[in-house]
């Protein structure tokens, strides 16, 4: 099993930043991928951006350039650094944790992105 606890969410504005945090607790060794998924209401949950455990990243073509994803210093944290945001960002922002056989969700961090 594996828990998962989001963090960081918020209402800014539009070109200002954010960073979501992710921690990562219970049977961590056997996570080979984190990511970061956003469902906007009205449309289906879709990936943000993804680090591997060879290290390399995948991103939504939406975000590229603007969000960072990474790990932190005890390998147990994810984060995702947002920035440039724009109204469309808008979003709740679920962390993801992926073993063989099973995926683990967070409980989800609203983002909204308004002036």
């Known amino acids: 099993q594996v828990q998962l606890v989001e963090s960081g969410g918020g209402l800014v504005q539009p070109g200002e930043n954010l960073r979501l945090s992710c921690a990562a607790s219970?049977?961590?060794?056997?996570?080979?991928?984190m990511a970061w998924y956003r469902q906007a209401p009205g449309k289906q949950r879709e990936l943000v951006a993804a680090?591997?455990?060879?290290?390399?990243?995948n991103y939504a073509d939406s975000v590229k350039g603007r969000f960072t994803i990474s790990r932190g210093g005890a390998k147990n944290t994810v984060y995702l650094q947002m920035n440039s945001l724009k109204p469309e960002d808008t979003a709740v922002y679920y962390c993801?944790?992926?073993?063989?056989?099973?995926?683990?969700w967070g409980q989800g961090t609203q983002v909204a992105v308004s002036s």
């Open positions: 993801n944790a992926q073993q063989i056989s099973r995926y683990y």
């Open positions: 219970g049977s961590v060794s056997s996570i080979h991928t």
């Open positions: 680090l591997y455990r060879d290290g390399s990243t």
